[in-house]
């Protein structure tokens, strides 16, 4: 099954498919180019299973998949592929990732299925971690993140499953090493289980319903420094 499709700035149009791997149509030939996972080169697409696609502010490719998070480089048409690795901290947090979205200074927020929120940051190639906390302070509310999304004021909302107790923005403009967090009650039959989300003008959600709880704000603290050396298999 289809799970992304992008059309990038150059036209190209991208497709993710579980299980079939990252495909691109070629409009010359009308035929996609397949990138699927090879184990013996680590350079292919991390994983056969393409959960989403992003294209940064910056002109990239990411792909996050089951088996790390993915950047294309366009001139050796192959990946750079981000994994967790248990020996450094300064790894991704969890190797299957769903969501991306662009933090305003260039850095890169990671939805990870286990471990919550990362933010790849771009001057080190390393990732700063927010662990799931309940309470919606020092991170996102659920250990998966399944969707990100900023609103017209800048915050960042996170989508977390149906059982989540709720869900939580961030200002990223804060987030150098402390980070202002709100965390957003929500009800089941409100806003539990986001699985995606998109922008709308601003009266489209007025602020009555929201569920934002004003005693569930707070600051954030990474889990781990930034690192100097980057990070990538």
Request: proline content about 7%.
């Amino acid at each position: 099954k289809v799970t992304s499709i992008l059309e990038d700035r150059s036209g190209r149009l991208w497709v993710g498919v579980y299980s079939g791997g990252l495909n691109r149509w070629d409009p010359a030939s009308r035929s996609f180019v397949h990138y699927r996972h090879d184990p013996k080169n680590p350079r292919s697409l991390g994983d056969d299973i393409v959960n989403f696609l992003h294209e940064s502010s910056a002109g990239e490719l990411w792909v996050s998949t089951n088996g790390g998070l993915c950047r294309y480089s366009p001139s050796t048409d192959d990946f750079t592929v981000y994994r967790h690795d248990p020996a450094d901290p300064g790894s991704l947090a969890d190797s299957v990732v769903y969501a991306l979205a662009d933090a305003t200074d260039g850095d890169l927020w990671v939805g990870t299925y286990t471990q919550g929120l990362d933010r790849w940051v771009r001057k080190t190639g390393r990732f700063v971690h927010y662990p799931p906390d309940v309470e919606g302070k020092r991170g996102p509310t659920d250990s998966l993140v399944y969707a990100l999304g900023y609103d017209g004021a800048g915050k960042l909302w996170i989508g977390a499953p149906a059982d989540a107790p709720g869900t939580m923005t961030t200002t990223p403009e804060s987030c150098t090493g402390r980070c202002a967090c709100t965390c957003g009650r929500t009800t089941r039959g409100a806003f539990a289980g986001v699985r995606d989300t998109v922008r709308a003008p601003p009266t489209a959600l007025p602020a009555s319903t929201t569920g934002i709880d004003p005693r569930c704000t707070g600051v954030a603290q990474p889990a781990s420094s930034d690192n100097a050396s980057g990070n990538n298999q």
